[in-house]
Structure formats: C-alpha cells, structure tokens
Nanobody
Framework: QVQLVESGGGLVQAGGSLRLSCAAS????????LGWFRQAPGKEREFVSA????????YYTDSVKGRFTISRDYAKNTMYLQMNSLKPDDTAAYYC?????????????????WGQGTQVTVSS
C-alpha cells in the first residue's frame, strides 16, 4: 500500500505560480498511475491532470492545458504539478491519487489511494 503526501500549496495572486509535490512513502510509484484532482468548496472533486509513471504519458483537463505541467522525478519518487498563470477559479484543495489497475485517467473512482490534500488559494 502506498501513502501519498502532498505539499506546496499556498496563497498566490492571480497570474502567479505554485508547484505542488506528491511524495510516496511505503512503496515506489513504479507500478502506479497517478493523478491530481481538486475540490472547491461546494463542488465535486474534479480531474486536473494524470501521469503514467512508467511511460510518462500525461493527461490534462481542458481548463489547465498550457498552464499546468505534470512531471515526475524517479530518484525522489515524487510527482509534481507546476501551475502557472493561476486564476481565482483554480482555488481549491488539490489531491494526488494513485491507481494500481483498470486506470482511467480522469475517473476518480479508478484511483485506489489518496493524499490528504493541499490548499491552493488564488486571489484576484
């Protein structure tokens, strides 16, 4: 079982940048597919981006394409989400998640493990 720990959230002005990290403890990410989701107050948790750790394939929801970049560091066993040109609509708690099998990148139900979340607040 893998445990996920997010970090890097904070308060930033519109147009600014943040980099979120998702580190694994207990296991390596080698056999997992990974994703970032976010949840704003009163809204459903929604897909942001995903990464196949083995192949490097990446996926993004339309609203973040060109602004967010998902990446991985093998040596640190860590996934990142670089967020640029942030907007107030990006304000949410951001969660990383890991899937072991039957992965569908944007489908929340196909992820088996979740981190505790990190808050991102973008002021206008």
């Amino acid at each position: 079982q893998v445990q996920l720990v997010e970090s890097g959230g904070g308060l930033v002005q519109a147009g600014g940048s943040l980099r979120l990290s998702c580190a694994a403890s207990g296991r390596t990410f080698r056999n997992y597919k990974l994703g970032w989701f976010r949840q704003a107050p009163g809204k459903e948790r929604e897909f942001v981006s995903a990464l196949n750790w083995s192949t490097g394939s990446t996926y993004y929801t339309d609203s973040v394409k060109g602004r967010f970049t998902i990446s991985r560091d093998y040596a640190k066993n860590t996934m990142y989400l670089q967020m640029n040109s942030l907007k107030p609509d990006d304000t949410a708690a951001y969660y990383c998640a890991a899937s072991q099998a039957a992965w569908v990148p944007a489908l929340r139900a196909r992820y088996d493990y979740w981190g505790q979340g990190t808050q991102v607040t973008v002021s206008s």
